[in-house]
Nanobody
Framework: QVQLVESGGGLVQAGGSLRLSCAASWSINTMGWYRQAPGKQRDLVATINRSGSTDYADSVKGRFTISRDNARNTVYLQMNSLKPDDTAVYYC????????WGKGTLVTVSS
């Protein structure tokens, strides 16, 4: 199991920005950021592989940027132009493989 620790969440006004971090216990090829809004399922919003290729859900494309530091086994999510609909608990995890979930980090966007 890869241990994952997310951080960087908080309360921000609509239009604001936040940067999330995810520290992994070792390096994984493809990592993703997921989010779960209250009463909704957990959705994948961004992925990045070891070489830096990225993919995004349509709902965040153009506003969110995923990146990684392979030397630090850390993945980031830069979130700009935040909307109230982005309010959720954000998690990082492997893509395409089972792994326990971390505690996540709460992002709250006020209108």
């Amino acid at each position: 199991q890869v241990q994952l620790v997310e951080s960087g969440g908080g309360l921000v006004q609509a239009g604001g920005s936040l940067r999330l971090s995810c520290a992994a216990s070792w390096s994984i090829n493809t990592m993703g950021w997921y989010r779960q809004a209250p009463g909704k399922q957990r959705d994948l919003v961004a992925t990045i592989n070891r070489s830096g290729s990225t993919d995004y859900a349509d709902s965040v494309k153009g506003r969110f940027t995923i990146s990684r530091d392979n030397a630090r086994n850390t993945v980031y999510l830069q979130m700009n132009s935040l909307k109230p609909d982005d309010t959720a608990v954000y998690y990082c995890n492997l893509v395409g493989a089972k792994n326990d979930w971390g505690k996540g980090t709460l992002v709250t966007v006020s209108s």
